[in-house]
């Protein structure tokens, strides 16, 4: 399992606690310094922009995204050039032997995605 984040954000906090509280192995990769447009094209093919764009970002509000009707060529890259407006942590994982991606935190979601309970 790959957690993709920074180390500073709330819900990427969250999200690592969570995780090492529950004794699951993930690797933690920052965001900022390793995500390339392929990346987020591959991250497409699981989740709309929607998902990714963090809406409630400031980055998200001084790019004046809001109600824009973006090309997804655009949409990525205005994700890869702003890691800001990217909603966090992203987690990739193969659980059940599926690639899947998981956008946020959200502990009740964890608990059944991680946990199965």
Not at 23 to 44: A, G, P, R, T, V
């Amino acid at each position: 399992m790959r957690v993709y984040g920074i180390k500073t954000c709330a819900s990427c906090k969250k999200a690592l606690e969570f995780l090492n509280s529950h004794s699951i192995d993930y690797e933690f990769i920052k965001i900022d310094q390793n995500i390339s447009q392929e990346h987020i094209e591959y991250w497409l093919r699981f989740v709309s922009a929607d998902k990714l764009f963090n809406t409630r970002s400031k980055a998200y509000k001084e790019h004046n995204l809001k109600g824009k009707d973006l090309t997804k060529k655009t949409q990525v890259k205005k994700l890869w050039e702003d890691n800001n407006v990217l909603k966090r942590p992203i987690i990739e994982h193969g659980l059940n032997g599926e690639e899947k991606l998981y956008v946020g935190f959200d502990e009740k979601e964890y608990q059944e995605l991680f946990i199965g309970s």
